[in-house]
Nanobody, 115 residues
Framework: QVQLVESGGGLVQAGGSLRLSCAAS????????MGWYRQAPGKQRELVAR???????KYSDSVKGRFTISRDNAKNTVYLQMNSLKPEDTAVYYC?????????WGQGTQVTVSS
């Protein structure tokens, strides 16, 4: 079993920054992909960014140039640095971890950007 603990969400003014963290613990041999998704009220959950074990990254068009995903393999932790935040970035952000055959989701952390 794997547990994911997210932190770093909160309330910030437009133009501000936040850094999300997601630490995985438990029975982990190797993590393939780590990523962040978000879900705003009334909308579907969407990919924000993902990073492979080799460091390859993918971003949604809406966050390119503003958000940076990174990971620390030794700590089984993924980060999301969010800069130049906009009100439309307001959502619950979820961490997702993909092992060889299993997928785990975090409990979500609220990010609210005020205008």
């Amino acid at each position: 079993q794997v547990q994911l603990v997210e932190s770093g969400g909160g309330l910030v003014q437009a133009g501000g920054s936040l850094r999300l963290s997601c630490a995985a613990s438990g029975t982990i041999f190797s993590i393939n992909v780590m990523g962040w998704y978000r879900q705003a009220p009334g909308k579907q959950r969407e990919l924000v960014a993902r990073i492979s074990s080799g460091g390859n990254t993918k971003y949604s068009d809406s966050v390119k140039g503003r958000f940076t995903i990174s990971r620390d393999n030794a700590k089984n932790t993924v980060y999301l640095q969010m800069n130049s935040l906009k009100p439309e970035d307001t959502a619950v952000y979820y961490c997702k971890v993909e092992l060889t055959t299993l997928v785990y989701w975090g409990q979500g952390t609220q990010v609210t950007v005020s205008s």
